[in-house]
């Protein structure tokens, strides 16, 4: 916050007493955020401290009203995230920042404690945002951090389509950014939560955001006491079979780099069937699935045993084939037969599988080198702008539909011999045959960030979709202008 911000106008603003809003009239620090003082007064020549919930309360409050709220990210039953910029005296604004609330009841957010408590000491994380202050409004805590820059991975993936050559890039960073919360800390954070909308990437440099349902691991626990997440890509005993801990959030990043080769949602009884599907050679398949294995006792033990897993397989594919050095994998056929699977292996842990030393190669399928990518095309194209294309599109299909409907009723020609139900399946099909382009125009960039939960479809999808509606609404116009017309006339 700006340092032109006095206590006395933060208390004219707040409407508080001055001495309520001192702490607040210093810069904060990227390395030091402000720290909360008790209350200091004179009473009859004495100093008392005053630490009451009254006292903590107001301050609460004078921090939680100079912030301006720009845009709700998230609101939902037990959490609200916020994007904030702090508003000084003369008016002028600093930030973004990102605020989020959380409901007192639910123990959330407990991490974002945490880390300004490490900051404070002089921590420094690469891959976790800076913790500027913590507080409790009501019957809520809230949080105020730095708004980290960049897309989330889902959208990196999305623009870039799944390679192994992405998850080269951005898995190691991941896997370091999960080992800050598992590292850094003792005991350990687990995130929990662990997906591709959670994580930000800026250029090379990833940052792991949304800790809210983070915990710190407890020894003597037997199971968690909240039960939170993404089915997807958690656990089995982040769901009540037992204690979440390391080798959780290894599961999930298993699950992640299944999405990074594959960009699709993970189901974990088709894993397999589906990295066969997309070309994966076998020495990464046995990675991904043993991380997501059903008991954490066969799973890599740590975060960094996953790590080390996977750049030795990365060697092994490299090694291979010098195809995949050039350009994309899943444009070559790649004959991956692990024959040195001991390269691939963890010191101290179980090999990957036993399926790889029979020198089997991984299944091929080589693709044409003329690859049409259309979302790399929309990725190049202002998001205001897709999201503006694509009303007007909507717009013009319904056009389409009530002039096709205005026609049942109102049409001239061989078309009127023909009764109201035979004419409103002849403009049915007439409007699919007009609206068959539709696919191939649509940004989908804005459905999928209104409904994250939308399966992401490739391109080739629309396509099918495209020459599906141009077909049947070809062969029903056809069917009844050659069957059924006649008939009438």
Not at 284 to 309: E, G, T, Y
């Amino acid at each position: 916050m700006p340092s032109s911000f006095s206590a006395s106008a933060m208390a004219r603003r707040c409407k508080l007493p001055m001495s309520s809003c001192t702490r607040f009239t210093s810069k904060p620090s990227r390395n030091k955020p402000p720290t909360a003082q008790p209350r200091i007064r004179r009473t009859s020549g004495t100093i008392s401290v005053m630490n009451d919930e009254l006292q903590q309360q107001l301050d609460s409050l004078a921090r939680d009203e100079c912030y301006r709220v720009d845009a709700v990210l998230k609101n939902g039953q037990l959490e609200r995230t916020e994007r904030v910029f702090f508003v000084g005296q003369n008016g002028s604004e600093q930030g973004p920042y990102i605020r989020k609330y959380f409901d007192c009841e639910a123990g959330l957010g407990g991490a974002y404690r945490r880390i300004l408590d490490a900051q404070r000491q002089g921590a420094r994380f690469l891959h976790l945002p800076r913790i500027f202050d913590c507080y409790s409004v009501g019957e809520q805590d809230a949080v105020v951090m730095e708004c980290v820059p960049g897309k989330t991975l889902a959208d990196v993936v999305y623009e870039r389509d799944p390679s192994i050559e992405l998850a080269k890039r951005l898995f190691p960073e991941v896997c370091d950014a999960v080992c800050e919360l598992h590292e850094r800390f003792d005991p350990p954070l687990i995130h929990r939560d662990i997906k591709p909308s959670n994580f930000m990437v800026e250029g090379n440099a990833v940052f792991v955001i949304d800790l809210g349902i983070a915990r710190t691991f407890d020894a003597d626990a037997t199971t968690d006491t909240k039960h939170f997440g993404t089915r997807a890509y958690a656990p089995p005993e982040q769901f009540g079979y037992g204690q979440t801990d390391e080798r959780s959030d290894v599961y999930a990043l298993g699950m992640l780099l299944f999405y990074l080769l594959c960009e699709e949602t993970p189901e974990v009884n088709h894993i397999a069937q589906v990295l066969a599907t997309h070309n994966v050679p076998s020495v990464l398949r046995d990675v991904v699935l043993q991380a997501v294995s059903f008991d954490p006792a066969d799973r890599f033990q740590s975060v960094k045993a996953l790590a080390r897993a996977f750049d030795s397989s990365i060697a092994v594919v490299q090694q291979s084939s010098d195809a995949i050095a050039c350009g994309d994998p899943y444009d070559v056929g790649i004959d991956i037969s692990c024959k040195s699977v001991e390269a691939c292996v963890v010191p101290h842990e179980e090999p990957i599988s036993a399926a790889s030393q029979g020198g089997m190669p991984a299944p091929v399928k080589t693709k044409s080198s003329v690859k049409v990518n259309m979302r790399k095309l929309f990725s190049r194209v202002p998001y205001w702008l897709g999201f503006s294309w694509d009303v007007l599109l909507i717009i013009l299909v319904v056009l389409l539909a009530v002039i096709c409907v205005n026609s049942i009723f109102n049409t001239s020609g061989d078309t009127a011999l023909l009764p109201i139900p035979a004419r409103a399946v002849t403009f049915a099909f007439t409007w699919l045959l007009f609206i068959s382009p539709m696919p191939l125009l649509f940004d989908p960039r804005p459905v999928y960030r209104v409904l994250p939960r939308v399966r992401r479809r490739s391109y080739r999808a629309h396509i099918i979709a495209a020459v599906v509606l141009f077909a049947v609404g070809f062969m029903g116009v056809a069917l009844v202008g050659n069957l059924v017309l006649p008939y009438y006339k």
